[in-house]
């Protein structure tokens, strides 16, 4: 009988014990992964009044929390690495409109591009910190939490998530180098370190595709000030730490958006990544993370992309030109200009430009002869509903012969929830540079791609949804539109010629962090449920075609906020040095020019 009263209790013990470590693992978990966000605009939106509409910062804050932050962080990762942080309205969390220059001489404003980020990296660095430096606007930034205090300066003991758009995605990947140079410490003694992850909209520093880290390391140009800054760094979850996860996401032909051809002599893919840029990179902020497709991991940081339906460098002759027509020479074109992108090459290994229009001529040229019959039978399929030439619809984003996007991640897949963000990897990693026109060399499989493939099936068909408007090329997915299909074999991607450069660290002033004034630049160092906030049409464009911004829906905050639940060594690449940074005074003086008419059709110049 004792003996069964002892069985008994021992087995009420443990299912008491199970029962409070789930508790304590809910409640842990919820804590860690809920954030503040700092969000800061694209250029020519300094997110100050003026120049800036109140209604329209007011509508840019909500979209980032509700449209790609919450989402992300509801979203596994391919990382193994933890989520980003989400703005949970049902915890204490503030969401600051993080204010900067966001300018670009002669463009926009009396700063130069350089001048502006400065400005930026010392503002948002300091509201990382919780120092003197932060420039936020008081009256746009507000608590998730109505009964709160609305305008509670950035504490430096806060976790934060930040948003980057475009000039700005520039200044949070700089901030990020500077994490990693001067991490964020407990501010007092038993205190858990705070945490930082970012979200990353048109990158101009995306590793393969950003424009600002295609060029020679360091070097700028000169008068309107624009430097190459190299690669957004992906090794903080490394045997070091902190880790700060990253999203990074980007428009396929951005040109300066995170998709610049890796050629500077194919001009059709030149044109067609200006034209990228110009019908694209603005309507981003309008744009869904739901309907991004999932482009691979690496590092810390994963990557996605809203795939083109239609060339850019076609969408001008969309209103005089059948769109059958316009879709026969897709595949063609779209082949000749693929040629000029290192598709099969990881997006978060740095990858620079190189002189021939072709990285691979013979497989380009290959692909053009099949892809004229696939052309053919896209545009009778697009009259009739046949293929008569009995081809295949292409299912990559990059035309007839280019590789598959991945698979998304599950919970499944390795992603998981670290109770410690900061948690080291007990495995080294090693970055890399490649070279475009180079012969790839073996890359490891933790590194590249290859790691997110199954083995037992390295060919998955993943569901792609189509960009909005016919014969149009825009990042969002509109109800009705038919859904394609793409196949992903990662097992054929490959890294090229690797290299390994050191990191060294040349400052501009700045306050906050032990060693802050050297290191805010360094150089050669499930799906969510859908928020509350509905998605409002966009206005008429008042100005163009040449525009900086796209108008963002507009609407009125919930008071509440977002209702939303939803490998790598060191830097593979240098970060040039910039002179003295400054503080901006005030949020208007932060912000030349003219006063901005809310949602007014705007644009983004990102690099």
């Known amino acids: 009988m004792k003996a069964a009263l002892r069985s008994l209790g021992a087995m009420c013990l443990a299912v008491l014990a199970a029962i409070a470590v789930a508790v304590a693992w809910t409640t842990a978990t919820a804590v860690q992964l809920a954030a503040s966000a700092l969000i800061m605009g694209g250029t020519e939106h300094p997110l100050s009044t003026p120049p800036d509409d109140p209604l329209y910062i007011s509508s840019y804050l909500d979209n980032a929390v509700n449209f790609f932050i919450n989402p992300a962080a509801g979203a596994p990762t391919g990382t193994g690495d933890p989520r980003i942080g989400e703005v949970d309205r049902n915890v204490d969390r503030n969401v600051y409109a993080v204010v900067y220059p966001a300018a ?54 806060e976790d934060y998530v930040v948003f980057g758009y475009s000039q700005s995605a520039v200044v949070a990947s700089l901030v990020k180098r500077a994490l990693i140079a001067d991490p964020r410490v407990p501010t007092a003694p038993g205190e858990p370190t705070p945490e930082t992850s970012f979200f990353l909209l048109a990158n101009p520093m995306r590793p393969n595709g950003g424009i600002l880290a295609r060029g020679p390391e360091g070097l700028t140009i000169p008068i309107i000030g624009i430097t190459f800054h190299g690669a957004t760094p992906t090794n903080t979850c ?31 893919a030149m044109i067609n990544a200006v034209a990228g840029y110009y019908y694209l990179h603005g309507d981003l902020q309008n744009a869904d993370f739901d309907d991004a497709q999932y482009q691979g991991s690496y590092g810390d940081t994963d990557y ?13 002759f969309a209103g005089v030109v059948p769109s059958p027509i316009l879709t026969l020479l897709d595949a063609p074109l779209r082949v000749l200009i693929e040629g000029a992108y290192e598709r099969d090459v990881s997006p978060g290994v740095a990858t620079k430009v190189g002189l021939l229009p072709f990285r691979n001529p013979i497989k ?12 053919i039978d896209d545009a009778i399929e697009e009259i009739s509903g046949a293929r008569p030439l009995g081809t295949q619809p292409t299912t990559s984003p990059f035309g007839v012969g280019g590789p598959d996007l991945p698979a998304a991640p599950t919970d499944d897949d390795g992603a998981q929830m670290s109770m410690m963000w900061s948690s080291a990897r007990a495995d080294g990693q090693n970055d890399e540079t490649v070279i475009a026109g180079d012969e790839p060399a073996a890359a490891s499989p933790k590194d590249s791609l290859e790691h997110r493939a199954s083995e037992a099936k390295p060919v998955v068909l993943v569901e792609k949804t189509p960009l909005e408007g016919e014969g149009e090329t825009q990042p969002a997915a509109q109800d009705g539109q038919e859904r394609g299909q793409e196949v992903v074999d990662e097992a054929s991607v490959d890294q090229e010629g690797v290299g390994k450069e050191g990191v060294e660290q040349e400052g501009v002033g700045q306050a906050g962090g032990a060693n802050a004034e050297s290191s805010l630049t360094s150089t050669p160092a499930p799906a969510a449920a859908k928020p509350g906030l509905p998605k409002l049409p966009k206005l008429p464009k008042l100005r163009g075609p ?23 060594g060191a830097e593979k690449v240098s970060e040039p040095g910039d002179p003295t940074a400054h503080t901006t005074a005030d949020a208007t003086t932060d912000a030349p020019g003219a006063a901005g008419a809310a949602g007014g059709a705007q644009g983004d110049a990102a690099a």
């Open 238 to 268: 490394g045997e070091t730490g902190p880790c700060m996860p990253t999203v990074d996401v980007a428009a396929q032909y951005d040109g300066l958006g995170g998709d610049a051809p890796a050629s500077l002599t194919n001009v059709l």
């Open 546 to 568: 040449i525009k900086f911004d796209s108008p963002i829906r507009m609407g009125s905050r919930p008071a509440a906020g977002s209702n939303v639940k939803g490998a790598p």
């Open 304 to 316: 996605y992309l809203y795939p083109t339906k239609r060339l850019p460098i076609l969408t001008p």
């Open 364 to 375: 380009t040229a290959i692909n053009l002869v099949r892809s004229i019959p696939v052309g």
């Open 104 to 157: 670009f001489f002669p463009v926009f404003g009396s700063k130069t591009f350089d001048s502006s980020v400065r400005d930026g990296v010392l503002s948002l660095n300091g509201c990382v910190r919780g120092a003197a430096s932060c420039n936020y606007n008081h009256d746009a930034s507000y608590n998730v939490d109505p009964a709160a205090d609305p305008d509670v300066p950035p504490a430096a003991d």
